[in-house]
């Protein structure tokens, strides 16, 4: 699987982006898709999550509210809307997937078996 991120930019504080991610081949349904973000000196962080089956989303405190993640399986593309953005929201936004993994790893990079270059976001104050 091959995951192509794009979408980020630069906003000023309260505004909105929507980023996406496509992928590559015929099983997208199948995988469990996330966004995880690194900003500048701090280590990479779960942002959100979508299962495979069923859609259930899974959010990162931080964005709960505020952020939405959703799929398109049929686009093999998923979406993460950002509205309300923080200056403290600015990272590099990479979209990961996985599949075969239990749920209460959902949260954890190193279960993620794909992932896209990374896309910029910065949000000024």
């Known amino acids: 699987v091959q995951l192509q991120a794009s979408g980020g930019g630069l906003v000023q504080a309260g505004g909105s982006l929507r980023l996406s991610c496509a992928a590559s081949g015929r099983t997208f349904s199948s995988y469990d898709m996330a966004w995880f973000r690194q900003a500048p000196g701090k280590e990479r962080e779960f942002v959100v999550a979508?299962?495979?089956?069923?859609?259930?989303?899974y959010y990162a405190d931080s964005v709960k509210g505020r952020f939405t993640i959703s799929r398109d399986n049929a686009k093999n593309t998923v979406y993460l809307q950002m509205n309300s953005l923080k200056p403290e929201d600015t990272a590099v936004y990479y979209c990961a997937a996985r599949t075969g993994k239990i749920l209460s790893t959902l949260r954890f990079a190193y279960t993620y078996d794909y992932w896209g270059q990374g896309t910029l976001v910065t949000v000024s104050s």
């Open positions: 979508i299962r495979s089956s069923g859609g259930s989303t």
